[in-house]
């Protein structure tokens, strides 16, 4: 019997839009480039976007083979260095700002089912969300949340930036089970699209799973929905 639920967030609660993503990197370009230029320091624009690409693929590699998250202040130092640029408080500061909250300004979209779904999972069971974060931190997926009035659902929200490990790591899955009121891990069930970091992890703590998206896997014994709002047929049967 399902009494808890767990949620990813991107592609599960929030869309990740391809499109959407190229403009919030174009965002952080031009807005550093232009503190760059206000400090007198001379940065490409083709040097600046290969310094971020770089670092993502970095950060990106180490989550998935480590387990670990690379915080965005990480990220941002990773950059300078990449384009020797001396460390400055300030100058990190600021630039901080664009890089982590263009988000913000390209607010993502919800999935479909998120507004009809989750309040009501939440009217009958605890629901938390396990979130790898990249480039967005925590504190700007929570003013997401916000905007979508989404926040008063759930009961705790782990990220991985500021939990320190990343999905499938099982340590961040239990620390989410900490909040859900010493609700046997059989009993409670993640929700994701990955099916390593969601499914595999989600699996290693002893926790039901359901994977989003495609249904067509090799995993005969895979339990999926193309809809979160599928989800009801799977936690109140």
Not at 66 to 87: F, G, H, M, R, Y
Request: proline fraction near 4%; aromatic fraction near 10%.
């Amino acid at each position: 019997m399902i009494k808890a639920v767990t949620f990813d967030c991107w592609h599960t609660i929030l869309n990740n839009d391809e499109e959407m993503e190229k403009l919030r990197l174009k965002y952080r370009i031009k807005s550093m480039l232009s503190i760059f230029k206000s400090k007198n320091i001379n940065v490409l624009e083709r040097e600046l976007k290969k310094a971020i690409d770089d670092v993502n693929k970095k950060s990106s590699y180490i989550r998935e083979k480590e387990w670990i998250e690379v915080t965005p202040e990480q990220q941002l130092t990773l950059i300078l260095q990449k384009l020797s640029i001396k460390q400055d408080s300030l100058l990190h500061r600021e630039l901080l700002e664009p890089y982590t909250k263009a988000a913000l300004t390209f607010i993502p979209t919800l999935m479909s089912g998120v507004e009809e779904i989750i309040p009501k999972i939440a009217n009958y069971m605890p629901i938390a969300l396990i979130c790898n974060t990249g480039v967005t931190p925590g504190r700007v997926i929570r003013q997401i949340f916000d905007y979508y009035d989404l926040s008063k659902y759930f009961i705790t929200m782990v990220f991985s930036d500021e939990f320190g490990l990343a999905k499938p790591h099982p340590n961040i899955f239990r620390e989410a089970m900490l909040y859900l009121k010493g609700i046997p891990c059989n009993n409670i069930l993640h929700v994701g699209d990955d099916l390593f970091s969601d499914i595999k992890g989600g699996q290693s703590v002893g926790m039901k799973t359901v994977f989003l998206g495609d249904e067509n896997q090799d995993d005969s014994k895979l339990e999926s929905i193309k809809s979160l709002v599928d989800l009801e047929f799977i936690i109140f049967k």
